[in-house]
């Protein structure tokens, strides 16, 4: 639960990187669990506090009662047909195709003894918390949605565009410190 509540605890930081990180959690949680015998009792009391954190940080980052965050966020999911919270996707049009849904799902639960265990891949969620420096995912979606995939060097089409904070390296006229 701490990890929950630390990255949903400031309001300022983007959407979008709050439910990637949230749902890198979650996905982390149900994979640990799913070997349990009280899989959904766990699953459940989990998502649960998953939504309510995430909620919270919506209604906190918006100024909005929870009442309103669930009129405007929350839906459901055309790939789970679950309802749950969501976000828009940052640089597209705010359509229903274009939604980010919080991951609140148990995956079902794997007997120990069976042969699927060894094909299990587990994998350690990524949680970025680099928004506090700037390097925000929200702002690398936009700023490739500006450029519209299209090279600011060679106009080449197609590209993917590297995208680069408000680092060291991208100020003019500095060079390299000396000790």
């Not at 959690?25 to 669990?33: H, Q």
């Not at 587990?122 to 949605?145: F, I, L, M, T």
């Amino acid at each position: 639960m701490a990890k929950i509540q630390r990255a949903t605890r400031y309001s300022q930081a983007p959407e979008y990187d709050v439910f990637r990180n949230v749902n890198a959690i979650a996905r982390g949680w149900s994979n640990y669990y799913r070997y349990a015998h009280n899989n959904n009792v766990v699953g459940g009391k989990l998502s649960q506090v998953i939504f309510w954190c995430t909620v919270h940080y919506l209604g906190k980052r918006h100024r909005r009662s929870i009442a309103q965050m669930m009129r405007d966020y929350y839906a459901r999911s055309p790939r789970t047909g679950c309802k749950g919270l969501f976000i828009y996707v940052p640089g597209q049009p705010r359509t229903p195709e274009h939604r980010y849904f919080l991951w609140h799902k148990t995956l079902p639960r794997v007997p120990l003894g069976s042969k699927s265990v060894a094909a299990v891949q587990d994998q350690q969620p990524y949680v970025d918390a680099q928004w506090a420096k700037g390097h925000s995912q929200q702002q690398k979606q936009e700023a490739r949605a500006k450029a519209e995939l299209r090279c600011e060097q060679c106009g080449a089409t197609g590209v993917t565009p590297p995208v680069r904070g408000p680092g060291r390296r991208g100020r003019p006229g500095r060079g390299p410190r000396s000790p």
